[in-house]
Structures are given as structure tokens and as C-alpha cells.
């Protein structure tokens, strides 16, 4: 199979380009809005409409600026030390979904605190709405013939046009798949059963960090890093406190649900 090279350009008027990973980015954050709003509702979390732009301006935000820098830090410190302007070039790639992570949990915490808000409600609300954004992130890639998997004979095996001449895992369709459609599925079934508040924001945790773990043995690693110490990427390593977090978190809810 060839990778269809569909033009990342959906429309170009003189300078202004708007381009399809763009606008996955804004259907993420639209999606988001409407199924945080409706959890809300469900969960019988009081939010008010200005408060609800309030959280997804403070998430965006921290999507962003937590993004851009998670990949300067985690990914190619020294070409931005040599580089510095190129910090702002968000629109040359370089955003990390662990630095961004940080970035919401930030901007939520400030959110609480502003609100009063209980933390862990709200971080049920948003890890819920996060794969949606990650899906729709993953089909971008897919679309830019970005981010493309390991050389592979399976008959699914794709040619990108950067990759070489050798067939390709499409990983990005694997982490749609797993970290954007299943991912959501088990949060908004966790939300359906009325579970005790934080399960879905610790187990987010924990399955993010389990299938980005996993796919990351059929993404090609990043080529200024290859693969660090045990043969593994820097994705898997970052994902690693993931996967602790969420344990951790789990455990302390079993316990607390034990002792009440």
C-alpha cells in the first residue's frame, strides 16, 4: 500500500494556509466543549457557562504553550538553545502530548482553585474529552504522512513519502484507534456507571500511558534521539509516570472506598 500523500492544505489564500492538522486541532477543542458541557450536566457538576470557557480557554492554553515546550525540553533541547526564535514556530511540528498533559493539569489546577472546584472532578470531565482531541491528532498525522511506524511485512504495510522505499506500520492509525476511539470508549462507560469520582481521570492515566507504551515498538523513533537506555523511545520512558500515577491513583480510591 502507498500512503495517499493527501495535500495538507485544505485552503491557501496568498500567505494564510489553513491546513487539515489545524483543523483537527479545532474540531478536538470543539468536540471537547460540548462533551465536557454535557458530562457536567450529567455528573451534576456545577458549571456555569463562564466558567466552561474559562476551562477550555486555561485548557487550549495549556495544550499549547505545555505542548510546544514539553518538546523543546523532552525532544530537542539543544537545537532551541541554538535556535531560540524557532520556539514560535508551532506551525513547523514540534508539540508533545506529555508536555501538554502538564500544561491542563495546570491550567485545571488554577482553574479549581479559582472556581472551587474539586480537582479530581474536574480532571474527570477533561480526560474524557481528551481523546477525541488525541484521535483526531493521530488522523492529522496520518494525513501529513507524519510520524509514520517501523518498516514492517505485513500486508497493511504502507510507503510514506519521506519513510523510504520500505513498507511502514501506519502507527498513527494504531494510536487513533487505541488512544483516541477505545480510550474514550472505556472513560465514557466509566461516566455511564456512575463511577466514584476520579476513576476516570486515574485510569486515563493509566491507559494512555499502557497503549502509547505499546505503540511505541511500532512508531519509528524520533530520528535525533533513536532509542534510549532498555531499547525504548523517549515516549515510552515519559510514559512510564503514567502508568504509576494512574496505579497510584486507582489504589488510593479502592482504598478509600474500603475504609468509608
Known amino acids: 500500500m502507498v500512503h495517499p500523500e493527501i495535500n495538507p492544505v485544505i485552503i491557501q489564500i496568498g500567505p494564510l494556509a489553513i491546513r487539515w492538522y489545524g483543523v483537527m486541532y479545532l474540531a478536538g477543542f470543539a468536540a471537547g466543549y460540548f462533551i465536557i458541557r454535557h458530562l457536567a450536566r450529567w455528573r451534576r457538576i456545577d458549571l456555569s457557562k463562564d466558567a466552561l470557557s474559562d476551562l477550555m480557554f486555561y485548557a487550549v492554553l495549556g495544550v499549547v504553550l505545555g505542548g510546544r515546550l514539553g518538546y523543546v525540553l523532552f525532544y530537542d533541547l539543544a537545537y532551541y538553545l541554538r535556535h531560540p526564535l524557532e520556539l514560535l514556530a508551532v506551525w513547523q511540528g514540534g508539540m508533545s502530548f506529555h508536555g501538554g498533559l502538564l500544561g491542563v493539569i495546570a491550567g485545571a489546577c488554577y482553574f479549581c482553585w479559582r472556581y472551587r472546584q474539586n480537582p479530581l472532578a474536574i480532571g474527570d470531565l477533561l480526560v474524557t474529552a481528551a481523546p477525541v482531541g488525541l484521535g483526531l491528532g493521530r488522523v492529522g498525522n496520518f494525513i501529513n504522512g507524519e510520524l509514520w511506524g517501523r518498516t514492517t511485512t505485513m500486508p497493511w504495510g504502507m510507503v510514506f513519502r519521506d519513510g523510504g ?34 476513576t476516570a481521570f486515574f485510569t486515563f492515566f493509566l491507559l494512555y500511558g499502557v497503549f502509547r507504551w505499546a505503540m511505541e515498538f511500532f512508531r519509528e523513533p524520533d530520528a535525533h534521539l533513536g532509542l ?24 488510593f480510591l479502592a482504598r478509600r472506598k474500603s475504609q468509608s
Not at 522505499?165 to 487505541?178: D, E, F
Not at 466509566?190 to 476520579?198: D, E, M, N
Not at 525504548?232 to 502508568?243: A, E
Open 228 to 251: 534510549l537506555a532498555a531499547g525504548w523511545t523517549m515516549g515510552q520512558w515519559l510514559s512510564l509516570p503514567m502508568i504509576a500515577f494512574g496505579l497510584g491513583g486507582l489504589g
Open 165 to 198: 522505499p520500505l513498507p511502514r506500520h501506519p502507527s498513527q492509525l494504531y494510536q487513533a484507534g487505541l488512544e483516541g476511539v477505545l480510550l474514550f470508549a472505556v472513560l465514557w462507560l466509566l461516566h455511564r456507571r456512575q463511577a466514584r469520582t476520579g
